[in-house]
């Protein structure tokens, strides 16, 4: 079983980050010469960002993936990001950065905590997202 250690909190800046990285990668570590390498780099920064944007965790701004989606997207993501200059050829040219960002997020998909930190306390009259139908429009009579 695997010790769950990573606040999702950081999980999420830490994706921004990895975001950004991958898609500058090919110009900070000069391997813009070699396409396949680039376009992997950059695709996996688009996605990572994009998949942060709509995931529901504390960075999430839409909220719409599950984080559970979110973390097996990491750990199959990161192997296959991992295994790319291999699978694509460029080995020769260039791995390392792939290589290593992939093993990385196999490791954060791995060991960040699925559930949220935060307690939400909710309001009077909200209606709980397990309350039964037949339970709703019982308060709603009592209530209103």
């Not at 800046?13 to 950004?20: H, P």
């Not at 990385?104 to 791995?110: D, K, M, Q, R, V």
């Amino acid at each position: 079983m695997l010790v769950r250690i990573f606040p999702r909190i950081l999980h999420a800046v830490l994706d921004y980050g990895a975001a950004l990285l991958l898609i500058a990668a090919p110009f900070l570590f000069h391997f813009s010469e070699e396409r396949p390498a680039t376009m992997l780099s950059m695709l996996f920064g688009v996605m990572i960002l994009g998949m942060s944007l709509l995931t529901n965790y504390e960075g999430g701004v839409r909220k719409t993936i599950p984080m559970d989606i979110h973390l097996y997207a990491d750990i199959f993501g990161g192997a296959y990001l991992a295994l790319s200059p291999w699978l694509y050829l460029f080995s020769e040219t260039t791995y390392a950065f792939h290589l290593l960002m992939g093993i990385g997020l196999c490791i954060s998909g791995l060991i960040t905590v699925r559930e949220s930190q935060r307690i939400v306390m909710p309001k009077p009259g909200d209606q709980h997202i397990y309350t039964s139908k037949k339970q709703r429009k019982r308060n709603v009579s009592i209530n209103g």
